[in-house]
């Protein structure tokens, strides 16, 4: 995998190609999407100031986010993390309660191992009850996966 970051100092006059030297699957890691098999890409002189992107040989699977529907407040939930060929790779799991606003206490980050990684969530006893969000996202490529628990009393 190689990862390139691109800063426009200044005003750009004109757009400008990024050549690979040979085809890669590159993904916009700050859009989080694939922008396909390509050894070349355009970058437009309106586009955003700092881009990041990853070069992947092979596309970078679809990553999944498994949990229990539901778990007891002031419980160990055990949420794994899968990407087809990530070994190696870096995750953000993030955690939004009911309301919607993340609780950054939680944030993990982990590297995969040949294709998963398991992270503990310690829901406190006094976590708000109702259907959280976990989001799960591959810091190269930018892809995420969410799963829904409902904390219960």
Known sequence: ML???????????????LELDKPAHLY????????GLTKSLSLPKDGPPVRIFAALPEPAGQLAVNAPSSAKAGTDVSVVIRL??????????????????????YRRYTMLGSDKATVTWPLAHNDAK?????????????IAAEANVEVKP
Do not use: C, K, N
């Open 3 to 17: 990862l390139l970051g691109v800063l426009r100092d200044g005003e750009q006059r004109e757009d400008w190609q």
């Open 28 to 35: 916009d890691a700050r859009l989080g999407r694939s922008l």
């Open 84 to 105: 087809p060929h990530g070994g190696g790779r870096i995750v953000r799991l993030e955690t939004f309660r009911p309301d919607g606003q993340e609780v950054v206490g």
């Open 130 to 142: 109702g259907t959280w969000t976990l989001r799960a996202t591959d810091v190269a490529t930018g």
